[in-house]
């Protein structure tokens, strides 16, 4: 009984995978937040694979990946099976020079993005809302107004005080000093971005094939 259900969640996700491959067309969809209750996968009986990525807010593969790619877990109920982590900062660095600074890649206002979604993750604890929130905001940096960051708050009905109070407060580039450490032990700065890491292991240039190597781990974790 229990290796039917195993087959029956493989052929399903693995379906579900061929069809996101497949289709060649997609483009970037904004704001799927609402939509990210599409359960598919049951859980019961697997092991979920970690799947971590490191990114800059203002990094234009980044946000791609983001927002195109990483959304299809979400879309298709895998996010049941992955342990998502999202960690900012990456290619930023502390400047031992002045006072102990973050210098940002991009700049002062991939810094600033990079602390909102820092306050977020920390704060709302919860991959559903502070995915949301982020695709938000790195589409926004796509479009070239990641100053107006508020106004994913409005858009997808979160409360803004909290978040607000850790970035204002510098709660956020403290937090940005932890995934500075964090990212410093993954690569050197100025490496290609993401860094795309799936149980323990980064895939290097393919990290748009993501979901092959998590389906991969997925396989060999439920033999």
């Not at 052929?11 to 209750?37: K, R």
């Not at 006072?99 to 604890?125: K, R, T, W, Y």
């Not at 479009?143 to 803004?160: A, D, S, V």
Request: proline share 4%.
């Amino acid at each position: 009984m229990v290796v039917s259900l195993k087959l029956g969640i493989m052929i399903i996700v693995v379906a579900q995978t061929l069809l996101i491959f497949m289709d060649e067309s997609s483009g970037v969809n904004s704001y799927p937040c609402d939509s990210h209750d599409a359960n598919i996968v049951d859980e019961t009986n697997i092991m979920k694979v970690n799947l971590s990525v490191y990114y800059g807010s203002l990094c234009q593969p980044c946000s791609t990946f983001i927002i195109k790619n990483l959304q299809e877990i979400f879309y298709n109920g895998l996010i049941n099976i992955i342990n998502l982590q999202l960690v900012p900062w990456a290619n930023a660095y502390i400047n031992n020079d002045t006072n102990n600074s973050i210098i940002c890649q991009n700049g002062p206002d991939e810094c600033e993005l990079n602390s909102v979604e820092s306050c977020a993750i920390n704060i709302l604890n919860d991959v559903n809302k502070y995915y949301a929130l982020i695709e938000c905001l790195e589409l926004l940096a796509i479009e070239k107004r990641q100053k107006n960051w508020e106004e994913c708050f409005n858009t997808l009905g979160l409360p803004n005080a909290p978040i607000l109070k850790c970035h204002n407060t510098g709660n956020g580039t403290e937090l940005g000093r932890k995934h500075i450490n964090e990212t410093a032990l993954l690569h050197s700065p100025h490496t290609l971005l993401p860094v795309v890491v799936v149980n323990n292991k980064s895939i290097g240039k393919v990290f748009v094939h993501f979901l092959h190597f998590s389906l991969s781990f997925l396989i060999v974790s439920i033999r």
